[in-house]
């Protein structure tokens, strides 16, 4: 679907997209698609709230939680959201999924950008 949208916007002239990614999957299926969050300084904070509460949920290991915290504090600001849900565990546990899963932020897709034009398609390859 996001594949046909993409078409229809260029065909239209449309460059800059915006979404809310909602409280089910949105939250990591648009940061899987190379989504971008407006205000990524809250977005961080945000981010490490919610990892507080799920690293116990979802009983992550201390070595997950710290790999974690790091996506989030160092991470540049326009790969943040699409590092985390790539995130996984040594044993390939997603990580970044259990923490995105049922967050939602506010998501762009820059498409005058030739670098974010590429991760989305880098995203969609199948």
Not at 56 to 80: C, G, H, M, W, Y
Request: with cysteine.
């Amino acid at each position: 679907m996001f594949r046909n949208s993409l078409i229809a916007y260029d065909s239209i002239g449309v460059l800059f997209v915006t979404a809310v990614a909602n409280y089910y999957n949105g939250g990591y299926t648009w940061a899987k698609l190379a989504g971008r969050v407006f205000d990524p300084a809250a977005e961080r904070i945000r981010l490490r709230e919610r990892l507080d509460l799920i690293a116990k949920v979802e009983k992550f290991s201390q070595r997950d939680i710290l790999a974690l915290e790091n996506l989030i504090k160092e991470t540049p600001d326009e790969d943040l959201m699409r590092e985390i849900a790539c995130c996984a565990s040594p044993s390939g546990a997603p990580l970044g999924k259990a923490l995105l899963v049922g967050h939602s932020w506010e998501v762009f897709w820059d498409l005058s950008d030739n670098r974010h034009r590429s991760q989305i398609a880098e995203a969609l390859r199948p």
